[in-house]
């Protein structure tokens, strides 16, 4: 089972993706939560080509809100580096650790993820990364399997701190919800 997150800078399926993480695990193992945060594939976008080239539109609001996000999250996915890559070579890499076979099932904290990866897939003419019929959305999961979950969360006893600013600590507390939620 995968956990796809990405940081966009819009709401809609046209928006810029900043960055994305993919995390596999296994139902049947244990893992402590900073296994998990380490197990994501994490890629970070170079922006203005996504905005030049594949005509990306940024929602005002969003870009706001990333202009005033704490300055940890705004390196790990807002600020542009000399680390971040292109579009077609983050999915790439990403797609090393996907299910060749698309048997696998991929959570999906409502589709705005997969619909902008799928949307600039298209316009960069590769691959989606995973099959439309893989997708699962991880909050109807969640209220589905555990007793206590609301609004699609569930208390869950972290055996560290989970920094929600930086995507590849909410991808893995997806996980661990599913995994050990109450």
Not at 100 to 125: E, H, Q, T, W, Y
Request: glycine residues 4%.
């Amino acid at each position: 089972m995968y956990v796809l997150g990405c940081e966009t800078l819009g709401f809609e399926s046209n928006a810029p993706v900043l960055s994305a993480g993919l995390l596999y695990f296994d139902l049947d193992k244990s893992y402590n939560f900073m296994d998990l945060v380490n197990d994501v594939k994490f890629v970070k976008f170079k922006l203005k080509e996504q905005i030049e080239v594949y005509n990306r539109i940024i929602d005002k609001k969003v870009l706001d809100y990333w202009k005033s996000n704490d300055e940890e999250a705004k390196v790990a996915s807002f600020i542009p580096s000399k680390n971040d890559v292109s579009f077609i070579e983050g999915v790439e890499y990403l797609r090393k650790f996907a299910d060749p076979n698309d048997s696998d099932i991929v959570l999906s904290r409502g589709f705005l993820s997969k619909n902008c990866m799928d949307s600039l897939c298209r316009a960069v003419d590769i691959p989606v990364l995973f099959k439309h019929w893989q997708y699962s959305e991880t909050a109807t999961m969640i209220n589905c399997l555990k007793n206590t979950a609301k609004n699609g969360y569930c208390p869950v006893s972290l055996d560290s701190i989970c920094k929600f600013n930086l995507l590849p600590h909410r991808i893995a507390n997806e996980a661990y919800m599913i995994l050990y939620g109450e």
